[in-house]
């Protein structure tokens, strides 16, 4: 049998239900040889016969589903001029949509940047897997068109960031056979908790196939966040079940229950840098350095890899062959997996011609994309190149993930070293970064925490990081997180100082979800998870990264949905336009009622204030290491939160109110309070104050 010359398109392998097109970029390479397995590891190879201006291709009739294949590609191997090719070396097709599992899930030596092989190496490397994209279950999905994005609104979305296996792994009411993998993901004990928090998208750290570095294998820790992918296109194998359906319908179904519920799906995309690594340290060949490491990786001027992303390389995402690639794996993982969006990972390297550019050939064309438009869109703003922190200046339709925000709550609360005018910036929208572009306020992405550095509950229970089981001697991980400990370093601490950090995590809380902004919520922050003061916990494969479940005092559950069913019913943090220093939606003064004075905008420690929202609402921040007495308006106002008091909520006539130290309290007047409103909130008590 012989290969058929095929098509140019589409890239990758594709299944027409006769047989399967083989196509393969690559700009510098003499020859390219698929190669096809079967179960018992014996090797065909044919060589691909056609090729159309750089991308080789070829079609094998009768070929199907379920094969095996891989790629051998020869050239010149002139390492000094950035060129890796060896026909001993079997690589992976960048478009694999399945891949197989590896030993330890880390590549061998032999396919080492320093190791000119002898031998082939196939047995140990991973390989394609041909999938069936026209029968799969997404398709038959869109055929009986009973598939409509939700399409939440920006303005009422509620992100719940997570790793699928931490997610679930040690949920009691999940059963082992499934917890931790994508199945879990629909399981309605998982869902039941989603919808009670009032979440609305729930955002997954990296899925796709992606592999433990070198030196974390050779320690015994293991690759657990997922941001060393390999192929973009495939799911990762760890996360499978195997307990009846294939990876990508367990996969499928997941996201399908999900959006019954009405959660969308986020995807955490890498697209800065990939497995290979470095040319110069620790890096392999085994897909695109082997393909055509000139167009795939930006190269320095001694053709070797640029390092702006910290991981030894960084995609050259300026080339229209590179481009293409990313688009079309993003369009896959809509149109397949009917994902609602994704969060790219330094994504000013995205936009790198080399310098930073909003006008950028792979952001240029995602904003002209009628399909990827128009779903959610975030970016990790910032890189380790020349000018990569890009805070505040990507385009329309992207949101932001904004630093800016985690650190000025994290100061104003815990340091008490923020003025109430840095901190109204930031709680209405960072305006100062987003307002002159011409982008809405929930295009600032409002996190206390993520998945990158302490948790919640560890912000304020640790002054120092301890990452020491990383295995680096504690030197990894951010030394700037402007925590506390409430006097005491660690977990075991007595009652008065657990109270001063519950109390503290109901501020930051009361903040976050107060805030214009979209809300970014690192799960398991609500039951009150601890990663033991471990602020980088990539490699933390185990019960120190994993959600541990209902951790009373601290599981502040029934909070938070309180909270997030207040931020629904106050309008004003729902709109889509700017406030004006002279709107009605929002009136700033001082406790005693009065405009606030440009003294006390810029005092510190920072002054007590009130928030006015549409004369309906006052929230009064206490930052004050003592209680403030504030002065309401006339009329009855009803209390609906006291970060102080939770649950406490209480009607008054009086036309003052002490705030306890370091306190939120939100009021709504009555006169404005419908019944509907009322039914949804904890009863208030029936003394009046």
Same mark, same amino acid.
């Given at each position: ?8 398109? $589409? ?8 047989? !399967? ?9 003499? *020859? ?46 002139? $390492? ?13 097709? $960048? @478009? +694999? ?25 196939? +047995? ?11 029968? #799969?279950? #997404? ?13 939440? %609104? ?33 399981? %309605? ?6 919808? *009670? &928090? ?36 495939? &799911? ?23 959006? *019954? ?22 890096? @392999? ?9 000139? +167009? ?32 079309? #794996? ?11 969006? /994704? ?21 240029? +064309? ?41 650190d000025v709550v994290r100061r104003f609360w815990l340091w008490k070293d ?35 550095? /302490? ?76 990663? @033991? ?5 990539? #490699? ?22 309180? &909270? ?43 002054? %007590?204030?009130?928030? !006015? ?10 930052? &004050?290491r003592n209680s403030a007495l504030f002065s309401l308006p006339q009329g ?54």
């Open positions: 049998m012989s290969l058929d010359y095929g098509r140019p398109f $589409p890239m990758g392998s594709h299944y027409d239900g006769y047989g !399967v097109n083989f196509t393969l970029f690559s700009q510098n390479a003499t *020859k390219v040889t698929l190669c096809l397995f079967d179960k018992a590891g014996k090797e065909i190879r044919y060589q691909l016969p056609g090729k159309t201006g750089h991308i080789w291709h070829g079609y094998l009739p009768g070929a199907g589903p379920g094969l095996h294949y891989g790629y051998r590609v020869e050239g010149k191997w002139d $390492p000094e001029h950035g060129l890796f090719y060896q026909p001993q070396q079997l690589l992976l097709d $960048p @478009y +694999a949509k399945q891949v197989t599992e590896i030993i330890d899930n880390t590549l061998p030596f032999t396919s080492s940047v320093f190791n000119v092989l002898e031998h082939d190496n196939s +047995a140990m490397m991973p390989k394609g897997i041909i999938t069936d994209d026209s029968g #799969c279950f #997404c398709h038959s999905y869109k055929e009986k068109e009973t598939y409509q994005r939700l399409n939440t %609104p920006w303005s009422e979305t509620i992100i719940y960031e997570g790793n699928v296996k931490g997610l679930t792994k040690l949920h009691p009411d999940i059963p082992n056979d499934i917890a931790g993998t994508y199945a879990a993901l629909g399981h %309605p004990a998982f869902i039941s908790h989603l919808q *009670k &928090l009032g979440i609305t998208a729930l955002e997954l750290l990296p899925i796709q196939y992606h592999l433990t570095e070198p030196h974390l294998n050779n320690i015994g820790l293991k690759n657990y966040w997922g941001y060393n992918v390999l192929a973009p296109f495939a &799911l990762a194998t760890q996360y499978y079940s195997n307990t009846g359906r294939n990876i990508m319908d367990e996969f499928r179904e997941a996201i399908k229950h999900l959006h *019954k519920a009405n959660i969308e799906v986020i995807l955490d995309v890498v697209f800065n840098h990939t497995a290979e690594l470095s040319d110069q340290t620790e890096g @392999y060949i085994v897909s695109q350095r082997g393909i055509d490491n000139q +167009a795939y990786y930006w190269l320095n001027d001694e053709n070797k890899a640029q390092n702006w992303t910290g991981c030894g390389n960084t995609l050259n995402l300026n080339r229209p062959e590179t481009v293409q690639w990313v688009m079309d #794996c993003l369009r896959y993982w809509v149109t397949e997996y009917h994902v609602d969006g /994704f969060r790219f990972d330094l994504a000013t390297s995205l936009g790198r011609v080399p310098y930073f550019d909003v006008h950028s050939p792979l952001l240029t +064309a995602i904003r002209q994309d009628p399909l990827l438009s128009r779903i959610k869109l975030i970016a990790e703003p910032w890189d380790l190149g020349s000018d990569g922190y890009q805070v505040g200046n990507f385009p329309v339709p992207f949101a932001e993930w904004n630093d800016t925000y985690r923020v003025s109430i005018a840095t901190f109204a910036d930031i709680i209405t929208g960072s305006a100062k970064l987003y307002h002159k572009h011409g982008r809405p306020p929930y295009s600032s992405i409002n996190m206390l925490t993520s998945h990158d550095g /302490f948790t919640l509950r560890d912000l304020v229970s640790y002054q120092n990081k301890h990452n020491e089981e990383n295995g680096e001697s504690n030197l990894d991980g951010h030394n700037t997180n402007y925590s506390v400990n409430f006097g005491e370093e660690g977990l075991i601490v007595n009652n008065q100082i657990e109270h001063l950090r519950l109390h503290a995590i109901r501020n930051l809380f009361a903040t976050l979800l107060l805030s214009r902004g979209t809300p970014h919520l690192l799960a398991g922050d609500e039951l009150g998870n601890t990663q @033991y003061g471990n602020n980088n916990a990539y #490699c933390q494969d185990n019960k120190v990264s994993w959600i541990k479940w209902f951790q009373p005092p601290y599981n502040l559950t029934d909070y938070i949905s309180h &909270l997030i069913e207040l931020r629904r019913q106050i309008i004003p943090l729902q709109s889509l336009e700017w406030w004006e220093t002279n709107s009605q939606n929002i009136i700033w003064l001082n406790q005693h009622g009065e405009p606030i004075s440009n003294e006390d905008w810029q005092q510190l420690p920072p002054s %007590p204030l009130q928030i !006015v929202l549409a004369q309906q609402w006052i929230l009064m921040i206490n930052p &004050l009855q106002w009803s209390c609906l939160l006291d970060t102080a008091n939770w649950p406490r909520c209480y009607p008054t006539q009086k036309q003052q109110c002490e705030i306890q130290p370091s306190s939120i309290t939100l009021w709504r007047s009555s006169v404005f309070y419908p019944q509907s409103c009322a039914e949804k909130l904890p009863t208030i008590s029936s003394q009046t104050e």
